[in-house]
């Protein structure tokens, strides 16, 4: 019951990691509220799921209030929304560019700022940005969501130095590949063959469970992690510590 007494704010929290995040944290004793677009699944007496654009700050400025009335301040926060981009860089609009930060970086600025004024007159909060390998390593056609994806880590970065004082920690989770709706989408994007080469480019053999992102989670929320800010851990498998060969 590592995260008793706590109150975690879960953005995405209807599928995929954010999902398994939810469950995690109910299952360590956390009060948990989930925000997403789609409808999440019945969070019982300690969870509530919340239906919010997590881009729109009308939305979250609501939501969150609406969270505190029901468990009390935010004690952990994890900016777990995002999605893919397939873009070409010659033809992708403006209005495209936008629409991938927006989710994907401005979104975790935007329910940080909402729920930092509770942490800093706390003295006490964690926040977990779900970054990706991507930040570190990409791959063809799926432009720009590296550059929103590393911007995350930077934010972090930059956020931990800003709320340190505050006994609040930042810090970044890198998943590798996790099988959750986002990796069917990218291999039905691909050469059906892929899926194969990627197993087997991992130490392990395999993709993650999202259960497993969402442990390494839980942690990062805990007290047990208490002198860990400002850092990135990717969480692949072994994905990244190979090269081509
Ligand atoms: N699956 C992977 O292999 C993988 C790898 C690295 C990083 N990630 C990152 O992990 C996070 C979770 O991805 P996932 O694989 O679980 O994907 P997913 O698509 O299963 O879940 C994402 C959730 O975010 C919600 N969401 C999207 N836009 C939103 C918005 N504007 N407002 C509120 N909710 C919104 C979706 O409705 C969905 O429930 C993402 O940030 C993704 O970039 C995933």
Redo the contacts with the bound molecule.
Sequence with gaps: MRLSGHHILV??????????TVQKALEDGARVTS????A?PDLGETGLSLA?????SA?ISQAVAQAVDRFGPITGLV??????SYADPVKMTEAQWEDVF???LK?AWLVARAVLPGMIAAKRGSIVN?????ADMTYPGMFP?AAA?SGLVGLTRSLALEVGPYQIRVNAI??????????Q??FEKNDPNLREQVLNAHAMGR??H?RE?ANCIAFLLSDEASFVTGANWKVDGGLTARFAG
């Design positions: 953005t995405g929290g209807s599928r995929g990691i954010g999902a398994a925000l997403d677009i789609i999440g919010a654009d997590v881009t729109k939305d900016n777990n929304a995002g999605k893919n927006s989710v994907d979104a779900i970054a990706s390998v991507h969501y994806k890198s998943p590798g590949y996790t099988e959750t709706f986002l990796v989408e990218f993709m993650a999202p992102i």
